[in-house]
């Protein structure tokens, strides 16, 4: 199954952009990268999902390396709200191979 | 919106106990799922449903079992509830088998087996 790789932690000042790498070197062709995140005390939201191409939607965007085989969650401007921990997915074309990893736990500063 | 409903927030059982576990989604998603999560192992699925009456084991299925009867209601079955069953239990569905199709959580069922 192909796995994700994340740093367990990072932080960020309010206002300013986070960038949010995973790196998932054993992904397949037809794997669609998933990112979701996880506020306290609740559970977790989509984010953003993209196969090849870079993703923008109203939360965040995706960048997606040409190889594949790394992606990037960028938050533009962060707020104390978007503090969580990000999980970065492969799902593959089945619909399966969902599995989650320990995350990043992002902290924002006032 | 797609909505995930579990029963409950917050439950407390005596080691032996049987526990239900109720999860129900409003959007008529065929795929329903069960995760626990506990503190530095992430997400584990446990069980998971492409259908009504279909089931599927996850990655840590002992001690568990599910219920699928109709679209909207997965339940997970804990026969007889032990310490180490004690964590955040976490329910979502997904419209279909595509990989393009985001998964939808629920708040999510703390269990405290004592």
């Known amino acids: 199954d192909a796995k994700t790789t994340q740093p367990n932690s990072m932080e960020s000042n309010e206002e300013e952009p986070v960038h949010l790498p995973c790196n998932h070197s054993?992904?397949?062709?037809?794997?669609?990268i998933h990112w979701y995140r996880q506020l306290p005390s609740q559970g977790p939201e989509y984010v953003i999902h993209g196969l090849t191409s870079n993703v923008n939607n109203r939360m965040a965007s995706l960048a997606i390396a040409e190889d594949r085989k790394s992606s990037t969650l960028i938050l533009h401007r962060a707020t104390l709200r978007d503090a969580a921990v990000y999980y970065c997915i492969l799902i593959d074309n089945y619909g399966q191979n969902f599995v989650f990893g320990p995350g990043t736990r992002l902290s924002v500063l006032p | 919106d797609v909505k995930v409903t579990q029963s409950s927030r917050y439950l407390v059982k005596r080691t032996g106990e049987k526990v239900f576990l109720e999860c129900v989604q409003d959007m008529d998603h065929e795929n329903m799922f069960w995760y626990r999560q506990d503190p530095g192992l992430g997400l584990r699925l446990i069980y998971f449903s492409y259908d009504v009456k279909m089931k599927e084991k996850g990655d840590i299925p002992e001690g568990y079992s599910v219920s699928r009867e109709k679209k909207e209601r997965f339940s997970l079955i804990l026969e007889s509830a032990s310490t180490n069953q004690t964590s955040m239990y976490l329910c979502a569905s997904r419209m279909d088998t595509s990989g393009a199709n985001v998964l939808t959580f629920g708040a999510g069922s703390r269990l405290t087996v004592l």
């Open positions: 054993t992904i397949s062709g037809t794997d669609y």
